[in-house]
C-alpha cells in the first residue's frame, strides 16, 4: 500500500469516526425530542382539567360548590 492510499485510509477512518459521532448525536437528540413531544402532549391533555384551586383559597360560594361537586355538602 503506498502512502498517498494510507492517507487517503486515514483521513477516510477519521471522517468515518466524525459522522458515526454525528450520528449518534442526531439519534440522542431525536430521542429527547420524543420525550418532550410525549411530556407537552400530557401537558396538554390534563390542562382539559385545570387544577383545582386548594378549599382554603376559595370564596365561599367556589367553596359550597366543591362541597356539592364532592358530595360533602
Not at 492510499?5 to 469516526?17: C, F, P, Q
Not at 458515526?20 to 440522542?28: D, G, I, L, N, T
Not at 391533555?45 to 384551586?53: F, G, L, R
Not at 370564596?59 to 361537586?69: F, G, I, R, V
Amino acid at each position: 500500500m503506498e502512502n498517498r492510499d494510507r492517507a487517503e485510509l486515514a483521513r477516510l477512518l477519521r471522517e468515518n469516526e466524525a459522522l458515526k459521532k454525528k450520528v449518534a448525536q442526531s439519534e440522542a437528540a431525536q430521542q429527547i425530542l420524543g420525550k418532550a413531544f410525549e411530556l407537552l402532549e400530557g401537558i396538554t391533555t390534563s390542562s382539559d382539567n385545570p387544577p383545582e384551586i386548594p378549599p382554603m383559597l376559595m370564596s365561599a360560594d367556589e367553596y359550597a360548590q366543591w362541597l356539592k361537586q364532592h358530595r360533602l355538602s
